[in-house]
């Protein structure tokens, strides 16, 4: 991250939005140092500095050094919607960056967000879609669970799904979340963690 130096805060994020060319409350900053001089003069405050798109730059930057160290083709493209960055990977081979069962995305997806998270000192959202895998999955998995949803509706004995990562479980939380009597919860631990449908009378 950048430092900046003004007379007091203000100005330098004045200086850290004008470098980075937007607006100073889309900044994330840290006060590094502050000095108040003699008599007020001499006064100086020194941040650190970042906006979203120094984090798909480095993003990016990040992605690009993996693929050129493995020396695989791939064009990565990086956006961020409401604080969550999504990344799309279209690589000469994508079996194997998708992996068994994703298991292979789903550890770049873990590296990258570590990364970002370790790099900016914060908890960063990341979800990396490879050529449409993702989307692909999501609309299998919330099928297959609608068609779970339907019987426990019927039978009203609750079910549990098999394991998946959190994006998937989100995916069906809220795919589910408008059918009448049921419910989902998460339980399990780690790469156990499933979703459990439940029936629930009292949603109607």
């Given at each position: 991250m950048?430092t900046y130096?003004?007379?007091n805060?203000?100005d330098?994020?004045?200086?850290?939005?004008?470098?980075?060319?937007?607006?100073?409350?889309?900044?994330t900053?840290?006060?590094?140092?502050?000095?108040?001089g003699?008599?007020?003069l001499?006064?100086?405050?020194?941040?650190?500095?970042?906006?979203?798109?120094?984090?798909?730059?480095?993003?990016?930057?990040?992605?690009?050094s993996?693929?050129?160290?493995?020396a695989?083709?791939?064009?990565?493209?990086?956006?961020?919607?409401?604080?969550f960055?999504?990344v799309?990977?279209d690589?000469?081979?994508?079996?194997?960056l998708i992996?068994?069962?994703?298991?292979?995305?789903?550890?770049?997806?873990t590296?990258?967000?570590?990364?970002?998270?370790?790099?900016?000192?914060?908890?960063?959202?990341?979800?990396?879609?490879?050529?449409g895998?993702?989307?692909?999955?999501?609309?299998?998995?919330?099928?297959?669970?609608?068609?779970v949803?339907?019987t426990?509706?019927?039978?009203?004995?609750?079910?549990?799904?098999d394991?998946?990562?959190?994006?998937?479980?989100?995916?069906?939380?809220?795919?589910?979340?408008?059918?009448?009597?049921?419910?989902?919860?998460?339980?399990?631990?780690?790469?156990?963690?499933?979703?459990?449908i439940c029936?629930?009378?009292?949603?109607?």
């Amino acid at each position: 991250m950048n430092t900046y130096t003004g007379k007091n805060l203000d100005d330098a994020l004045k200086a850290a939005a004008l470098d980075k060319g937007v607006e100073t409350d889309q900044l994330t900053y840290t006060v590094i140092e502050e000095t108040s001089g003699f008599l007020g003069l001499g006064s100086k405050t020194t941040i650190s500095a970042y906006c979203d798109l120094d984090i798909i730059d480095f993003m990016k930057s990040y992605l690009d050094s993996y693929f050129q160290n493995i020396a695989m083709e791939a064009n990565v493209e990086v956006s961020e919607e409401n604080g969550f960055f999504h990344v799309n990977i279209d690589a000469d081979n994508n079996a194997i960056l998708i992996g068994k069962n994703g298991q292979t995305l789903q550890a770049i997806n873990t590296v990258l967000k570590s990364a970002a998270s370790s790099e900016f000192k914060r908890r960063i959202g990341v979800l990396i879609d490879i050529n449409g895998y993702k989307e692909e999955k999501y609309q299998k998995i919330c099928s297959l669970a609608r068609r779970v949803a339907k019987t426990v509706q019927r039978t009203k004995t609750d079910a549990v799904l098999d394991p998946m990562p959190a994006d998937e479980r989100k995916a069906v939380h809220n795919y589910l979340s408008t059918m009448k009597y049921v419910r989902t919860v998460s339980e399990g631990e780690g790469n156990q963690r499933r979703l459990k449908i439940c029936y629930a009378p009292e949603k109607e």
